[in-house]
């Protein structure tokens, strides 16, 4: 499945939608610290926003920042009408609260998806700002046309971010969900009844061919570095068992972008009162 190619579709959708939304529209990313790959995302969003005409608001605090002044930056961004959203790049330093800092973001310009109150509106069936990855996982299947009425999907992982979501909308689609994790029993058994797998726990070709059953959907969200090389979640001989697959890179990393410049110009007409939030 090639997330590349989907992902620079919908990202000139989004450039198209911005020009005829007839308002400035703008992103904010706050990165704290100096970590390598935390800093080559974000580069790659603010690019991503330039090019669909989303201005790129770039906010980098140092690694002793206290949680205090990352708060008051937000608040202060919070109240900025050129801001559509708002992006603190995760992780945080030990002495930040995470929960605290996503709770203190306008839910109307959360377009990572993380504040409980759109977390809530995604539990209820109704999502107003879903997390970019999820989103971008059913993009795909929805583009490859991957049945998924009475399927069996199989999660491995749980987080926050990828793992409950993705399960969420899948079932909103009537696909059958089991959510499993590192230290699920009998792992390799339960993923191979799935018709389709989302590989999501961070280790580094845990999903094998034989794990796999034939045919079946393969969506690989892993991320790892290995011998100085980026792998994903799911071993390179599962290429010859699947039936689809997402590469590493190129498949769900592409459309976590795009699907996040899209949530940006959501949230803005959001706040144009041109689309209901829930609650407001």
């Known amino acids: 499945m090639d997330g590349k190619a989907l992902g620079e579709r919908i990202r000139a959708e ?48 140092s690694e002793d920042t206290s949680e205090e002044d990352l708060l008051a930056l937000v608040r202060k961004l919070n109240e900025d009408e050129r801001v559509t959203g708002i992006l603190a790049q995760l ?29 809530g509106h995604l539990l209820l069936g109704k999502p107003t700002l879903p997390p970019a990855t999820p989103s971008g996982i059913m993009e795909l299947l929805l583009e490859y046309e991957v049945p998924l009425l009475g399927a069996h999907a199989v999660v491995v992982g749980r987080s926050n971010i990828v793992g409950k979501p993705i399960a969420l909308l899948l079932l909103a689609e009537h696909a059958t969900v089991t959510i499993c994790h590192s230290r699920t029993r009998y792992l390799p058994a339960v993923v191979r009844e799935a018709d389709v797998v989302v590989a999501a726990v961070g280790r580094a070709g845990m999903v094998t061919a034989d794990m796999v ?8 969200v892993g991320i790892n570095r290995v011998d100085g090389k980026v792998v994903g979640d799911v071993a390179e001989n599962v290429r010859a068992v699947a039936g689809l697959l997402t590469p590493v890179p190129g498949g769900v990393g592409p459309m976590t972008i795009a699907m996040l410049l899209r949530n940006t110009v959501r949230a803005a007409r959001y706040q144009m009162r041109a689309l209901a939030f829930p609650g407001r």
């Open 213 to 220: 059953k034939p045919g079946a959907t393969v969506v690989d």
């Open 91 to 119: 992780p945080l330093p030990p002495q930040i609260d995470e929960d605290k800092v996503i709770a203190s973001i306008d839910p109307l310009k959360d377009v990572d998806g993380f504040h409980p109150v759109n977390a």
């Open 14 to 61: 989004v450039a198209r939608e911005v020009t005829e939304l007839g308002r400035p529209v703008g992103l904010a990313t706050v990165l704290v610290g100096e970590d390598p790959a935390s800093a080559i995302y974000v580069l790659k969003k603010q690019e991503a926003c330039r090019e669909a005409g989303i201005a790129a608001f770039h906010h980098e605090l």
